[in-house]
C-alpha cells in the first residue's frame, strides 16, 4: 500500500503564502501523475494542480499566477507553492499519488485564509 503524510497548511492572512508538502512511502514506485486537490465546504472536489513524471504541469484557472506545483522525484514528495492567498482558497486540501498500479489519496489538511 501507498501512504500519503500531507502537511504545511494552517491559518494565514489574504495575500500571504504557505507551502504544502505530500510524502509518499510504502509501495511507491514508477508515480506517473501527482497533484493537489481541493474540496470547499458546500462544494464539490476541485483541481488544483497536477504534474507528471515528465513535470508536465496543469492548474486550475483560479490558481494560475499565485500557485505553483513542484515535486521531488528522489523523495517521492510533491509540493504546492501558495502565494497570494485569498479567502476563497480556504479549503480542505487533499494530495493524490498515481501510478499504473494505484491511485493513492492523503487524508486532506486544511488551508483557511481569512481577509
Known amino acids: 500500500q501507498v501512504q500519503l503524510v500531507e502537511s504545511g497548511g494552517g491559518l494565514v492572512q489574504a495575500g500571504e503564502s504557505l507551502r504544502l508538502s505530500c510524502a509518499a512511502s510504502?509501495?511507491?514506485?514508477?508515480?506517473?501523475?501527482m497533484g493537489w486537490y481541493r474540496q470547499a465546504p458546500g462544494k464539490t472536489r476541485e483541481l488544483v494542480a497536477t504534474?507528471?513524471?515528465?513535470?508536465?504541469?496543469k492548474y486550475a484557472d483560479s490558481v494560475k499566477g499565485r500557485f505553483t506545483i513542484s515535486r521531488d522525484n528522489a523523495k517521492n514528495t510533491v509540493y504546492l507553492q501558495m502565494n497570494s492567498l485569498k479567502p476563497e482558497d480556504t479549503a480542505v486540501y487533499y494530495c493524490?499519488?498515481?501510478?499504473?498500479?494505484?491511485?493513492?489519496w492523503g487524508q486532506g489538511i486544511q488551508v483557511t485564509v481569512s481577509s
Open positions: 504534474i507528471t513524471s515528465g513535470s508536465t504541469t
Open positions: 510504502g509501495r511507491v514506485s514508477s508515480i506517473n501523475n
Open positions: 493524490n499519488v498515481n501510478s499504473m498500479w494505484y491511485d493513492a
